[in-house]
């Protein structure tokens, strides 16, 4: 049942929604996501100002990246390999250029819609706006269900298992006992909350993204020569012109889709609850950095696994080396023995962020439905046991499971997003008429939105005297001159 269900999500129903919408998306916002590429570094300076007891907008970045390169970006890309061939990577790319914009518009709606809790923190995502967006209570409580159960519980099984396997396989270390490590380390920041989640993800999350794309631009130098013949390679082969290469056309999009997805999160609806937190002037501020988050997972680290992978030359066609093991070969056959330790350490790095990622979305899940705190601790506790149980397991079927709830948590969010399009393109020309005005922060002003079921705590009309002020302050420049 769970491979019929995975091949009609992911091999029909998925491809056509997560490639279709975000090629709608892209066109009928006029690209967004290139259009304000530029600027995404911009707003990223600012995105380290944040105020006291708030997440900055580059905290809550930070977050995301965490949750977003993960074991997807060492074993993920290295099974779309084997079993899509190097054609899979294109699709990545694909996927993840069009998914920039739908991270885009699913980011800023989740700011948009976002409601602020009694200690002064934001809580929002998916659920949110489709109970405040669209009134339907009932997909919202599916949304969130899919969310806990996905994330909360089957991808943290995942993650504690592909450590675990790594570290045993390169270091012989028995699988309970990272499990006990994991546990231990977890349990510490989960149980301090959203901020010292945060706090974690700024400090881990740059320095263990920028170190291993470091490694790939090591590999890529030490082979410059190659590198051409292997791009040239990755787009023939996603065309199905290299018959040398397994799968063929139809294996290369399905792994590239699947494995994206996986890696990247665009469209899926784990991000946006991320995002929600932050505190932000303008909710498409927002959705313009996340959507940089997407390209810095798949374009930069995606990329960097894929080649050291293709110039390795360690990858065969047909061959059974599979996950972690073919990346740690393939970096061991181009710097020595130490090449394998780097990617267990770099794996346990992204592990570990994205099980603490994992841990907050599912929370975010469940304080959709209760806030009581005794609930909240029998989850972190259940949360804490499967990462000890997925070390030690064969996680075939909880992959098949993941992969399934996977699949329908995308389906909804991409359904909701798409019925709030035009809230969505609203948001964006407001936007874009403030930077056109000259605004370089631009302010929502939450009476302009007044037809809509925001917070007015979360957005409060002071926000309307700060856009005005900016306004004012361009205009008597502009007399001045």
């Not at 806030?371 to 972190?380: C, D, E, G, I």
């Amino acid at each position: 049942m769970l491979d019929l269900l995975n091949d009609l999500l992911w091999s029909k129903v998925l491809i056509v929604a997560l490639v279709g919408l975000g090629l709608y998306f892209t066109i009928a916002s006029r690209f967004v996501q290139f259009r304000y590429f530029s600027d995404m570094f911009s707003i990223f300076a600012e995105a380290f100002q944040r105020q006291p007891g708030q997440l900055s907008s580059f905290q809550a970045l930070m977050l995301s990246v965490a949750g977003r390169v993960g074991a997807g970006n060492i074993a993920g890309v290295a099974v779309a390999i084997m079993l899509g061939g190097p054609g899979a990577v294109f699709w990545m790319w694909l996927v993840a250029l069009v998914g920039m914009a739908t991270s885009y518009f699913e980011c800023s709606l989740a700011q948009l819609y976002k409601r602020r809790e009694a200690d002064g923190t934001y809580r929002g995502g998916p659920a949110f706006y489709i109970l405040h967006g669209l009134g339907q209570r009932w997909l919202a409580v599916i949304f969130s269900i899919l969310l806990l159960v996905t994330f909360g519980f089957g991808f943290n099984a995942v993650q504690s298992y592909t450590v675990a396997t790594s570290l045993h396989d390169t270091f012989g270390v028995p699988t309970w006992a990272s499990g006990l490590a994991l546990v231990g380390v977890i349990g510490l920041i989960i149980f301090g909350g959203i901020k010292r989640i945060a706090s974690m993800a700024d400090v881990l999350v740059p320095i263990m993204a920028f170190s291993y794309i470091g490694m790939a631009l090591v590999v890529i130098g030490m082979n410059v020569s190659e590198v051409p013949a292997v791009l040239t390679l990755i787009v023939k082969s996603a065309f199905g012109l290299e018959p040398a290469f397994a799968g063929g056309i139809g294996a290369a999009i399905l792994m590239g889709v699947k494995r994206g997805l996986f890696s990247n999160e665009a469209g899926l609806g784990s991000a946006p609850n991320v995002a929600a937190v932050a505190e932000v002037k303008h909710p498409a501020a927002q959705g313009i950095v996340q959507s940089l988050s997407v390209f810095i997972d798949t374009i930069l680290v995606c990329t960097s696994t894929a080649l050291i992978i293709l110039l390795s030359g360690v990858y065969q066609p047909g061959s059974e080396m599979a996950g972690v093991v073919l990346t740690q070969n393939a970096l061991a056959a181009e710097v020595g023995e130490w090449g394998r330790i780097f990617v267990s350490t770099a794996l346990l790095l992204f592990v570990f962020t994205t099980l603490v990622y994992n841990y907050y979305l599912g929370e975010n899940a469940l304080g959709f439905f209760s806030s009581k705190r005794a609930l909240l601790q029998v989850y972190r506790v259940l949360v804490i046991a499967l990462v000890m149980w997925g070390s030690m397991q064969d996680l075939s079927t909880v992959f098949g499971f993941a992969d399934v709830t996977m699949g329908l948590l995308a389906l909804v969010n991409l359904a909701a997003v798409t019925l709030l399009f035009k809230t969505g393109l609203r948001l964006m020309r407001d936007y874009d008429n403030q930077r056109k005005a000259g605004v370089q922060s631009p302010v929502l002003d939450p009476k302009a939105y007044a037809d809509l079921d925001l917070d007015p705590a979360a957005w409060p009309s002071k926000a309307k005297s700060e856009s005005a002020d900016a306004r004012a302050e361009l205009a008597h420049t502009a007399h001045q001159r």
